[in-house]
């Protein structure tokens, strides 16, 4: 089978961030299906465009083997503000279409996932042209996160984006959200057919997240070997809201056992150490992004991992791939996030709830911990176990891909499901 993917986010090697289909596409490849991914030029996180891809529409790497990435241009102006990067998506879409018409070649399947919505709009006209379904994957509600964070307010953008996310569902043979919200959204609130919809949630990558050793070379390398260290991995956007994290670290800056370390890159970061400097804070530590190969012993040297978001509604629906990361590598867990991702920390017994945006109770929750070894040490347990059971990636890559097969490409003799 070959699959066409297109993923404006997909990473590069030794990249930061979430790495969902990266390892779907290792697993799938290794069982001889072909996959090329339509993948952008500027990482999510930093806004940033590596030299090798400047001044170039496509540009084709071989990751492995089976899989091909056609790096597609995407505009620069993607972190500058909405409007620049509205522009980026579209540009990404005018050379997805492009790379996908002369450079993928013929496809059996073409999966679109989002955000942005505007890899609904290069599936559709794809999956016509080239006569393949389109599997259609939600991973986050958009509009309605970008309009609960306000980040979305112009009418006519907002009217959009709504007929653009009408048109990926219609138009998709199948569609895949990543949580149980997701899947009942979709039926109760965009009439999309349950029969329609399969459920393959995020996961953990238990082959690069490991137990590891609290006091290895991260704790040496920023001097805090005997530091109660509280850890936050990945974006620093708007929907992330970190500036709860910079009024908790200011709520224990006069102890001088905890130190607050951030990881990762975004939109809001210079504002936040400018915001901690102004508040005089020495108990924070801002770390640039650093690949996934690395982050998990930045994970490891950490006693508690964090997972925030904005306190609107919309967010009540997610699952941050960050939790499963933090279960896998056995740590635990402070999470400010209401709805299905704290009925799964409660379910897995790896950690605390706290209200979002509430310091006060974050305060005791991390105080609980700090003077609790045990309670670190069982919830960090608890998670492992939890995501071993139910949420291994390779196991999800599997499930997905028999639906492909199953239900999408319709060709069970020409490839095997993945045993």
């Given at each position: 089978?070959?699959?066409?993917?297109?993923?404006?986010?997909?990473?590069?090697?030794?990249?930061?961030?979430?790495?969902?289909?990266?390892?779907?596409?290792?697993?799938?490849?290794?069982?001889?299906?072909?996959?090329?991914?339509?993948?952008?030029?500027?990482?999510?996180?930093?806004?940033?465009?590596?030299?090798?891809?400047?001044?170039?529409?496509?540009?084709?790497?071989?990751?492995?083997?089976?899989?091909?990435?056609?790096?597609?241009?995407?505009?620069?102006?993607?972190?500058?503000?909405?409007?620049?990067?509205?522009?980026?998506?579209?540009?990404?879409?005018?050379?997805?279409?492009?790379?996908?018409?002369?450079?993928?070649?013929?496809?059996?399947?073409?999966?679109?996932?989002?955000?942005?919505?505007?890899?609904?709009?290069?599936?559709?006209?794809?999956?016509?042209?080239?006569?393949?379904?389109?599997?259609?994957?939600?991973?986050?509600?958009?509009?309605?996160?970008?309009?609960?964070?306000?980040?979305?307010?112009?009418?006519?953008?907002?009217?959009?984006?709504?007929?653009?996310?009408?048109?990926?569902?219609?138009?998709?043979?199948?569609?895949?959200?990543?949580?149980?919200?997701?899947?009942?959204?979709?039926?109760?609130?965009?009439?999309?057919?349950?029969?329609?919809?399969?459920?393959?949630?995020?996961?953990?990558?238990?082959?690069?997240?490991?137990?590891?050793?609290?006091?290895?070379?991260?704790?040496?390398?920023?001097?805090?070997?005997?530091?109660?260290?509280?850890?936050?991995?990945?974006?620093?956007?708007?929907?992330?809201?970190?500036?709860?994290?910079?009024?908790?670290?200011?709520?224990?800056?006069?102890?001088?056992?905890?130190?607050?370390?951030?990881?990762?890159?975004?939109?809001?970061?210079?504002?936040?150490?400018?915001?901690?400097?102004?508040?005089?804070?020495?108990?924070?530590?801002?770390?640039?992004?650093?690949?996934?190969?690395?982050?998990?012993?930045?994970?490891?040297?950490?006693?508690?991992?964090?997972?925030?978001?904005?306190?609107?509604?919309?967010?009540?629906?997610?699952?941050?791939?960050?939790?499963?990361?933090?279960?896998?590598?056995?740590?635990?867990?402070?999470?400010?996030?209401?709805?299905?991702?704290?009925?799964?920390?409660?379910?897995?017994?790896?950690?605390?709830?706290?209200?979002?945006?509430?310091?006060?109770?974050?305060?005791?929750?991390?105080?609980r911990f700090k003077k609790n070894p045990e309670l670190c040490l069982q919830c960090g347990e608890n998670g492992l176990k939890y995501v071993a059971s139910h949420f291994s990636r390779e196991t999800l890559a599997k499930k997905y891909y028999g639906i492909l097969i199953d239900k999408i490409a319709g060709k069970k003799k020409q490839?095997?499901?993945?045993?």
């Open positions: 089978m070959h699959i066409l993917l297109v993923h404006q986010y997909f990473l590069g090697k030794n990249d930061a961030g979430g790495s969902r289909w990266n390892q779907f596409s290792k697993y799938w490849s290794q069982k001889d299906c072909k996959v090329t991914v339509l993948a952008g030029t500027v990482h999510y996180a930093s806004g940033k465009k590596a030299p090798q891809y400047k001044g170039k529409y496509v540009v084709r790497e071989k990751e492995s083997k089976n899989i091909d990435i056609l790096r597609c241009h995407v505009s620069e102006s993607y972190n500058r503000n909405f409007a620049g990067r509205l522009w980026a998506y579209f540009s990404f879409f005018f050379s997805t279409l492009w790379a996908g018409l002369f450079h993928a070649g013929k496809c059996d399947v073409i999966i679109c996932t989002s955000p942005p919505l505007t890899v609904g709009l290069t599936g559709w006209i794809l999956s016509r042209l080239k006569r393949a379904p389109m599997v259609f994957e939600v991973r986050d509600l958009w509009p309605e996160s970008a309009i609960d964070t306000g980040v979305l307010t112009n009418k006519w953008l907002i009217k959009m984006s709504y007929w653009l996310e009408r048109l990926s569902y219609k138009s998709a043979s199948w569609i895949n959200v990543l949580t149980p919200a997701f899947e009942e959204s979709l039926i109760k609130n965009k009439s999309v057919n349950p029969e329609r919809i399969s459920m393959i949630p995020n996961g953990a990558d238990m082959d690069i997240f490991l137990p590891g050793d609290r006091d290895n070379w991260v704790r040496k390398k920023y001097g805090i070997e005997n530091k109660f260290v509280i850890i936050y991995v990945g974006a620093h956007g708007v929907a992330n809201h970190l500036s709860q994290l910079i009024d908790v670290t200011e709520n224990v800056k006069d102890d001088p056992d905890i130190v607050m370390m951030l990881v990762g890159d975004g939109m809001q970061k210079e504002m936040l150490k400018k915001d901690a400097r102004k508040r005089g804070l020495h108990n924070i530590i801002f770390v640039n992004s650093v690949p996934k190969t690395e982050i998990v012993d930045y994970v490891a040297a950490s006693d508690i991992c964090t997972a925030v978001l904005k306190k609107v509604d919309t967010f009540k629906t997610v699952y941050p791939n960050k939790i499963f990361d933090y279960m896998s590598a056995c740590r635990p867990i402070i999470l400010a996030i209401d709805g299905v991702a704290r009925e799964l920390l409660e379910n897995a017994g790896s950690g605390m709830y706290v209200e979002p945006e509430n310091t006060e109770a974050f305060v005791k929750a991390l105080y490839s095997a499901v993945l045993k």
